[in-house]
């Protein structure tokens, strides 16, 4: 029922810029987030957001680079990513919950993924 499918993802060169999009079908959540996994690395947080426009959360890492949004009418969930470093380079996967969370383990729905590779 519930699907989440992400788009965008590609080859860039560092300083480029890319804009990540999740589909959601068969439901709304509480939180939306993307979290990513580089090669050799654990699947870490990116960004999330509350459904609403409130309440938005950032890793350290992409803090002032990337900027998270959702489109309620077309159920989608957007990453604007700027500023893009080599050390970006990661699967992209985005994800839905019912709790504000850092943590890949308290998410419910997961999409497969979609990979940025940032060239220096």
């Known amino acids: 029922q519930v699907q989440l499918v992400e788009s965008g993802g590609g080859l860039v060169q560092a300083g480029g810029s890319l804009r990540l999009a999740c589909a959601v079908s068969?439901?709304?959540?509480?939180?939306y987030g993307w979290f990513r996994q580089a090669p050799g690395k654990e699947r870490e947080f990116v960004a999330s957001r509350r459904r609403s426009n409130t309440g938005t959360y950032y890793a350290d890492s992409v803090k002032g680079r990337f900027t998270i949004s959702r489109d309620s009418a077309k159920n989608t969930v957007y990453l604007q990513m700027n500023s893009l470093k080599p050390e970006d380079t990661a699967v992209y996967y985005c994800?839905?919950?019912?709790?504000?969370?850092?943590?890949?383990?308290?998410?419910?729905?997961w999409g497969k993924g979609t990979l940025v590779t940032v060239s220096s």
């Open positions: 068969g439901g709304t959540f509480l939180t």
């Open positions: 994800a839905a919950g019912a709790v504000v969370t850092r943590q890949p383990n308290d998410m419910l729905y």
